[in-house]
Protein backbone atom coordinates (compact mmCIF):
# COMPACT_ATOMS: atom_id res chain seq x y z
CA UNK A 1 0.00 0.00 0.00
CA UNK A 2 0.84 3.56 -0.73
CA UNK A 3 2.02 6.50 1.32
CA UNK A 4 -0.85 8.99 2.30
CA UNK A 5 -0.09 11.46 4.50
CA UNK A 6 -1.68 14.26 6.46
CA UNK A 7 -2.01 18.20 4.75
CA UNK A 8 -0.02 19.39 7.57
CA UNK A 9 2.69 17.54 9.34
CA UNK A 10 2.92 16.66 12.89
CA UNK A 11 5.54 14.47 14.11
CA UNK A 12 2.77 12.52 16.62
CA UNK A 13 0.95 11.94 13.89
CA UNK A 14 3.29 11.41 10.38
CA UNK A 15 6.65 11.03 12.82
CA UNK A 16 9.16 9.18 11.15
CA UNK A 17 7.05 7.93 7.90
CA UNK A 18 10.32 8.22 5.81
CA UNK A 19 11.64 5.18 7.50
CA UNK A 20 8.67 3.21 7.45
CA UNK A 21 8.71 3.58 3.81
CA UNK A 22 12.32 2.31 3.37
CA UNK A 23 11.37 -0.84 5.87
CA UNK A 24 8.54 -1.46 3.39
CA UNK A 25 10.60 -0.97 0.55
CA UNK A 26 12.97 -3.92 1.78
CA UNK A 27 9.79 -6.47 2.44
CA UNK A 28 9.01 -5.63 -1.08
CA UNK A 29 12.73 -5.69 -3.01
CA UNK A 30 13.13 -9.22 -0.99
CA UNK A 31 9.58 -10.46 -1.74
CA UNK A 32 9.32 -10.82 2.01
CA UNK A 33 12.63 -11.95 2.50
CA UNK A 34 12.80 -14.87 -0.08
CA UNK A 35 14.89 -13.66 -2.24
CA UNK A 36 18.48 -13.51 -1.27
CA UNK A 37 19.61 -10.96 -4.04
CA UNK A 38 17.44 -8.20 -4.44
CA UNK A 39 17.43 -4.12 -4.88
CA UNK A 40 18.97 -2.40 -1.86
CA UNK A 41 20.36 -5.37 -0.03
CA UNK A 42 23.32 -3.93 0.88
CA UNK A 43 22.45 -0.69 2.11
CA UNK A 44 19.73 -2.60 4.65
CA UNK A 45 22.27 -5.06 5.60
CA UNK A 46 24.74 -1.69 6.13
CA UNK A 47 22.33 0.19 7.78
CA UNK A 48 20.73 -2.02 10.35
CA UNK A 49 24.27 -3.67 11.37
CA UNK A 50 25.95 -0.27 11.33
CA UNK A 51 23.11 0.28 13.99
CA UNK A 52 23.98 -2.53 15.89
CA UNK A 53 27.57 -1.70 15.71
CA UNK A 54 26.15 1.85 17.93
CA UNK A 55 24.23 0.14 20.25
CA UNK A 56 27.38 -1.64 21.25
CA UNK A 57 29.28 1.25 21.56
CA UNK A 58 27.01 3.12 23.42
CA UNK A 59 26.86 0.32 26.06
CA UNK A 60 30.55 0.30 25.85
CA UNK A 61 30.23 3.82 27.73
CA UNK A 62 28.25 2.64 30.02
CA UNK A 63 30.19 -0.36 31.20
CA UNK A 64 33.24 -2.44 31.30
CA UNK A 65 32.15 -5.87 31.18
CA UNK A 66 33.89 -8.87 29.74
CA UNK A 67 31.05 -11.03 29.62
CA UNK A 68 28.68 -8.78 27.96
CA UNK A 69 30.85 -7.90 25.13
CA UNK A 70 31.59 -11.56 24.63
CA UNK A 71 28.15 -12.83 23.98
CA UNK A 72 27.60 -9.28 21.83
CA UNK A 73 30.62 -10.53 19.79
CA UNK A 74 28.99 -13.72 19.26
CA UNK A 75 25.59 -12.27 18.37
CA UNK A 76 27.56 -10.01 15.43
CA UNK A 77 28.87 -13.25 14.10
CA UNK A 78 25.20 -15.01 13.95
CA UNK A 79 24.02 -11.73 11.87
CA UNK A 80 27.08 -11.96 9.87
CA UNK A 81 26.56 -15.79 9.60
CA UNK A 82 22.89 -14.65 7.89
CA UNK A 83 24.13 -12.02 5.70
CA UNK A 84 26.67 -13.93 4.55
CA UNK A 85 24.01 -16.14 3.11
CA UNK A 86 21.75 -13.63 2.25
CA UNK A 87 19.32 -14.60 4.94
CA UNK A 88 19.49 -11.65 7.55
CA UNK A 89 16.15 -10.23 8.31
CA UNK A 90 14.56 -7.65 10.06
CA UNK A 91 13.36 -10.05 13.00
CA UNK A 92 17.12 -11.54 13.04
CA UNK A 93 17.94 -7.99 13.77
CA UNK A 94 15.09 -7.15 16.72
CA UNK A 95 16.29 -10.73 18.07
CA UNK A 96 20.23 -9.34 18.33
CA UNK A 97 19.45 -5.55 19.33
CA UNK A 98 17.18 -7.09 22.14
CA UNK A 99 20.24 -8.48 23.48
CA UNK A 100 22.48 -5.40 23.46
CA UNK A 101 19.11 -3.28 25.00
CA UNK A 102 19.18 -5.91 27.77
CA UNK A 103 23.10 -4.93 29.15
CA UNK A 104 22.22 -1.32 28.18
CA UNK A 105 19.27 -1.10 30.54
CA UNK A 106 20.65 -3.54 32.95
CA UNK A 107 24.06 -0.94 33.40
CA UNK A 108 21.40 1.50 33.77
CA UNK A 109 20.35 -0.42 36.93
CA UNK A 110 16.70 -0.69 35.62
CA UNK A 111 17.34 -4.73 34.92
CA UNK A 112 19.20 -7.39 37.23
CA UNK A 113 20.36 -10.54 35.19
CA UNK A 114 21.00 -14.23 36.69
CA UNK A 115 24.57 -15.50 36.47
CA UNK A 116 23.30 -16.91 33.07
CA UNK A 117 22.50 -13.32 31.99
CA UNK A 118 18.62 -13.96 31.84
CA UNK A 119 16.41 -11.18 32.90
CA UNK A 120 15.54 -11.67 36.67
CA UNK A 121 12.79 -9.01 36.53
CA UNK A 122 9.28 -10.07 34.77
CA UNK A 123 9.54 -8.77 31.08
CA UNK A 124 7.28 -9.44 28.19
CA UNK A 125 10.66 -9.96 26.35
CA UNK A 126 11.08 -13.31 27.87
CA UNK A 127 7.77 -14.58 26.26
CA UNK A 128 8.43 -13.21 22.57
CA UNK A 129 12.16 -13.98 22.30
CA UNK A 130 14.19 -17.01 23.96
CA UNK A 131 16.82 -16.06 26.16
CA UNK A 132 20.44 -15.69 25.03
CA UNK A 133 22.69 -17.02 27.54
CA UNK A 134 26.42 -16.46 28.54
CA UNK A 135 27.65 -19.93 27.46
CA UNK A 136 25.57 -19.87 24.02
CA UNK A 137 27.74 -21.02 21.11
CA UNK A 138 27.43 -18.75 17.76
CA UNK A 139 25.35 -21.42 16.51
CA UNK A 140 23.07 -21.60 19.63
CA UNK A 141 22.62 -17.66 18.80
CA UNK A 142 21.60 -18.43 15.33
CA UNK A 143 19.27 -21.16 16.01
CA UNK A 144 17.40 -18.06 18.93
CA UNK A 145 17.54 -15.51 15.99
CA UNK A 146 16.20 -18.16 13.16
CA UNK A 147 13.23 -19.48 15.84
CA UNK A 148 12.25 -15.45 16.81
CA UNK A 149 11.87 -14.65 12.56
CA UNK A 150 10.14 -18.08 12.29
CA UNK A 151 7.90 -17.08 14.95
CA UNK A 152 7.52 -13.41 14.15
CA UNK A 153 8.71 -12.71 10.46
CA UNK A 154 7.41 -9.30 9.97
CA UNK A 155 7.94 -7.64 12.85
CA UNK A 156 10.85 -5.12 12.83
CA UNK A 157 12.81 -3.10 15.08
CA UNK A 158 11.77 1.11 14.87
CA UNK A 159 15.06 2.37 14.82
CA UNK A 160 14.35 6.03 15.12
CA UNK A 161 15.72 8.33 17.97
CA UNK A 162 13.29 7.38 20.33
CA UNK A 163 11.80 4.63 18.56
CA UNK A 164 8.77 6.20 18.42
CA UNK A 165 6.44 6.29 15.13
CA UNK A 166 3.51 8.28 14.15
CA UNK A 167 -0.12 7.28 14.46
CA UNK A 168 -0.75 7.06 11.45
CA UNK A 169 3.16 5.58 10.36
CA UNK A 170 1.84 3.04 12.40
CA UNK A 171 -1.38 2.62 10.39
CA UNK A 172 0.86 2.20 6.99
CA UNK A 173 2.61 -0.30 8.42
CA UNK A 174 0.38 -2.23 9.65
CA UNK A 175 -1.77 -1.93 6.84
CA UNK A 176 1.13 -3.23 4.78
CA UNK A 177 1.25 -6.16 7.26
CA UNK A 178 4.43 -4.82 9.52
CA UNK A 179 4.58 -4.86 12.86
CA UNK A 180 6.98 -2.00 14.64
CA UNK A 181 8.63 -2.22 17.64
CA UNK A 182 10.25 0.62 19.31
CA UNK A 183 13.80 0.14 19.28
CA UNK A 184 16.19 2.92 21.01
CA UNK A 185 18.88 2.75 24.07
CA UNK A 186 17.13 5.85 24.89
CA UNK A 187 13.17 5.16 24.42
CA UNK A 188 10.27 7.66 24.83
CA UNK A 189 8.29 7.66 27.66
CA UNK A 190 5.06 5.80 26.59
CA UNK A 191 2.20 6.39 27.92
CA UNK A 192 3.42 9.15 30.49
CA UNK A 193 6.67 7.47 31.65
CA UNK A 194 5.06 4.07 33.15
CA UNK A 195 7.71 2.26 30.98
CA UNK A 196 11.08 2.24 32.25
CA UNK A 197 14.06 1.42 29.79
CA UNK A 198 14.16 0.41 26.73
CA UNK A 199 13.02 -3.07 26.94
CA UNK A 200 9.96 -2.93 28.85
CA UNK A 201 8.96 0.19 26.09
CA UNK A 202 9.94 -2.76 23.51
CA UNK A 203 8.19 -5.22 25.62
CA UNK A 204 4.51 -2.68 25.92
CA UNK A 205 4.72 -2.81 21.59
CA UNK A 206 5.20 -6.88 21.36
CA UNK A 207 2.42 -7.18 24.23
CA UNK A 208 0.07 -5.43 20.90
CA UNK A 209 0.99 -7.92 18.84
CA UNK A 210 -1.65 -10.95 19.60
CA UNK A 211 -4.13 -8.34 18.96
CA UNK A 212 -2.77 -7.20 15.83
CA UNK A 213 -2.15 -10.49 14.17
CA UNK A 214 -5.67 -11.07 15.02
CA UNK A 215 -7.44 -8.23 13.20
CA UNK A 216 -5.71 -8.31 10.35
CA UNK A 217 -5.92 -12.38 9.72
CA UNK A 218 -2.10 -13.27 9.95
CA UNK A 219 -2.59 -15.14 13.43
CA UNK A 220 -2.71 -18.47 11.88
CA UNK A 221 0.99 -17.74 10.58
CA UNK A 222 2.79 -16.85 14.40
CA UNK A 223 3.00 -19.78 16.14
CA UNK A 224 3.30 -18.19 19.15
CA UNK A 225 -0.35 -16.39 18.84
CA UNK A 226 -1.35 -20.16 19.01
CA UNK A 227 0.36 -21.09 22.00
CA UNK A 228 -1.04 -18.56 24.08
CA UNK A 229 -4.49 -18.01 22.55
CA UNK A 230 -5.44 -21.18 21.20
CA UNK A 231 -7.55 -22.18 18.11
CA UNK A 232 -10.62 -20.65 18.99
CA UNK A 233 -8.74 -17.22 18.51
CA UNK A 234 -8.14 -18.45 14.77
CA UNK A 235 -10.96 -16.40 12.73
CA UNK A 236 -9.12 -16.01 9.88
CA UNK A 237 -12.11 -15.35 7.16
CA UNK A 238 -14.06 -13.06 8.95
CA UNK A 239 -10.70 -10.89 9.94
CA UNK A 240 -9.10 -11.41 6.47
CA UNK A 241 -12.73 -9.57 5.09
CA UNK A 242 -12.44 -6.96 8.25
CA UNK A 243 -8.50 -6.18 7.39
CA UNK A 244 -9.93 -5.43 3.67
CA UNK A 245 -12.84 -3.37 4.48
CA UNK A 246 -10.64 -1.59 6.82
CA UNK A 247 -7.50 -0.73 4.41
CA UNK A 248 -10.26 0.60 2.05
CA UNK A 249 -11.62 2.79 4.72
CA UNK A 250 -8.66 4.21 5.83
CA UNK A 251 -7.94 5.24 2.33
CA UNK A 252 -11.39 6.23 1.55
CA UNK A 253 -10.47 8.81 4.47
CA UNK A 254 -7.21 9.68 3.29
CA UNK A 255 -8.41 10.14 -0.10
CA UNK A 256 -12.16 11.45 -0.55
CA UNK A 257 -11.13 15.34 0.31
CA UNK A 258 -14.10 15.30 2.24
CA UNK A 259 -12.53 16.18 5.40
CA UNK A 260 -10.33 19.07 7.43
CA UNK A 261 -6.61 18.20 8.89
CA UNK A 262 -8.14 18.59 12.25
CA UNK A 263 -10.84 15.81 11.54
CA UNK A 264 -8.45 13.51 9.90
CA UNK A 265 -6.28 13.53 12.45
CA UNK A 266 -9.47 12.26 14.53
CA UNK A 267 -10.17 9.74 12.56
CA UNK A 268 -6.69 9.07 12.49
CA UNK A 269 -6.28 8.77 16.35
CA UNK A 270 -9.86 6.87 16.48
CA UNK A 271 -7.95 4.09 13.79
CA UNK A 272 -4.90 3.93 15.89
CA UNK A 273 -6.66 3.38 18.88
CA UNK A 274 -8.59 0.98 18.19
CA UNK A 275 -6.67 -0.97 16.34
CA UNK A 276 -2.85 -0.46 18.32
CA UNK A 277 -3.98 -0.13 22.20
CA UNK A 278 -7.09 -1.51 22.62
CA UNK A 279 -7.59 -4.53 19.60
CA UNK A 280 -11.34 -3.76 19.34
CA UNK A 281 -13.45 -4.09 16.45
CA UNK A 282 -14.58 -1.22 14.58
CA UNK A 283 -18.86 -1.56 14.79
CA UNK A 284 -20.61 2.00 13.96
CA UNK A 285 -23.77 -0.07 14.26
CA UNK A 286 -23.07 -0.56 18.03
CA UNK A 287 -21.47 2.64 18.55
CA UNK A 288 -19.18 0.17 20.76
CA UNK A 289 -15.72 2.82 21.27
CA UNK A 290 -14.01 1.91 24.54
CA UNK A 291 -10.85 3.55 23.97
CA UNK A 292 -10.19 7.03 25.04
CA UNK A 293 -7.24 8.96 23.01
CA UNK A 294 -4.22 8.83 25.62
CA UNK A 295 -2.40 12.33 24.36
CA UNK A 296 -4.03 15.13 25.60
CA UNK A 297 -1.60 17.47 23.79
CA UNK A 298 -2.21 16.02 20.78
CA UNK A 299 -6.17 16.90 21.30
CA UNK A 300 -5.58 20.07 22.23
CA UNK A 301 -3.88 21.38 18.74
CA UNK A 302 -6.52 19.87 16.85
CA UNK A 303 -8.64 22.53 14.92
CA UNK A 304 -11.41 20.67 14.78
CA UNK A 305 -11.74 18.62 17.84
CA UNK A 306 -9.94 21.28 20.40
CA UNK A 307 -10.94 21.96 23.59
CA UNK A 308 -12.27 25.54 22.14
CA UNK A 309 -14.48 23.83 19.97
CA UNK A 310 -16.65 21.91 22.79
CA UNK A 311 -15.87 24.11 25.70
CA UNK A 312 -16.45 28.13 26.95
CA UNK A 313 -13.13 29.97 26.75
CA UNK A 314 -12.65 30.05 30.31
CA UNK A 315 -13.42 25.99 30.37
CA UNK A 316 -10.79 25.53 27.34
CA UNK A 317 -8.26 27.65 29.21
CA UNK A 318 -8.23 25.19 32.40
CA UNK A 319 -7.68 22.33 29.94
CA UNK A 320 -4.97 24.19 28.22
CA UNK A 321 -3.73 24.45 31.85
CA UNK A 322 -3.70 20.95 32.68
CA UNK A 323 -1.85 20.05 29.48
CA UNK A 324 0.98 22.29 29.78
CA UNK A 325 1.44 22.79 33.04
CA UNK A 326 0.06 19.61 34.79
CA UNK A 327 -2.06 21.48 37.20
CA UNK A 328 -3.58 19.02 38.90
CA UNK A 329 -6.45 20.68 40.16
CA UNK A 330 -7.73 21.09 36.59
CA UNK A 331 -7.52 17.24 35.78
CA UNK A 332 -11.16 16.02 35.87
CA UNK A 333 -12.40 18.86 33.08
CA UNK A 334 -9.23 17.66 31.37
CA UNK A 335 -10.12 14.22 31.53
CA UNK A 336 -14.06 14.88 30.91
CA UNK A 337 -12.67 16.54 27.48
CA UNK A 338 -10.62 13.57 26.55
CA UNK A 339 -13.56 11.17 27.15
CA UNK A 340 -16.30 13.18 25.20
CA UNK A 341 -13.85 14.22 22.20
CA UNK A 342 -12.81 10.52 22.07
CA UNK A 343 -16.39 9.58 21.62
CA UNK A 344 -17.15 12.66 19.38
CA UNK A 345 -14.56 11.71 17.17
CA UNK A 346 -15.78 8.15 16.73
CA UNK A 347 -19.26 8.87 16.23
CA UNK A 348 -18.20 11.72 13.46
CA UNK A 349 -16.26 8.74 12.09
CA UNK A 350 -19.18 6.41 11.93
CA UNK A 351 -21.82 8.58 10.93
CA UNK A 352 -19.43 9.20 7.77
CA UNK A 353 -19.20 5.13 7.17
CA UNK A 354 -21.36 3.32 9.39
CA UNK A 355 -22.58 1.36 5.77
CA UNK A 356 -18.97 1.24 4.92
CA UNK A 357 -18.45 -2.48 6.05
CA UNK A 358 -20.00 -5.40 3.97
CA UNK A 359 -19.97 -8.25 6.79
CA UNK A 360 -20.67 -6.61 9.85
CA UNK A 361 -22.62 -9.14 11.12
CA UNK A 362 -19.48 -11.40 11.07
CA UNK A 363 -17.98 -9.04 13.26
CA UNK A 364 -20.35 -8.70 16.00
CA UNK A 365 -19.15 -11.43 18.34
CA UNK A 366 -15.75 -10.48 18.03
CA UNK A 367 -16.66 -6.73 19.82
CA UNK A 368 -13.47 -6.60 22.04
CA UNK A 369 -10.65 -8.62 21.46
CA UNK A 370 -8.57 -7.84 24.03
CA UNK A 371 -8.89 -4.62 26.75
Not at 78 to 90: H, Q, R, S, V
Not at 225 to 244: K, L, N
Not at 302 to 307: F, H, L, S, T, V
Request: aromatic fraction near 16%; glycine fraction near 6%.
Amino acid sequence: MQVYKLPIFDSWIDGNMSLAQRIVKVFNNSDNFRLTNYDGKDEFYNEYISKYDEYVEILKKLVDNDDYFYVLDNVKQALNYFADKGLLNFSHLLGAYIQVLIYIDTAKGIHELDNTHKIISRTAINSYREPIYLNYTVDDIINVLNNFHISHPRIIPFTSQTGAFGMNTFLYLYFNKIYPVACSPNPYPVHHGNYKGSIAVMGHDFTHLPALRLLNATSNDDPSIIDIYGDGYRQEEEYSYYFQDLKKLYIDIMTSNKFSDGQLKGFIMVLFNLIHEYGIVLDCGKFNYKGEVDDLYLLIKNDYYGPYNYYPKEDADIIIDFVKNENIENIKLAYTYRLNVSGQMYKDLCEHYKLFFRNQQNYDKYDVLFS
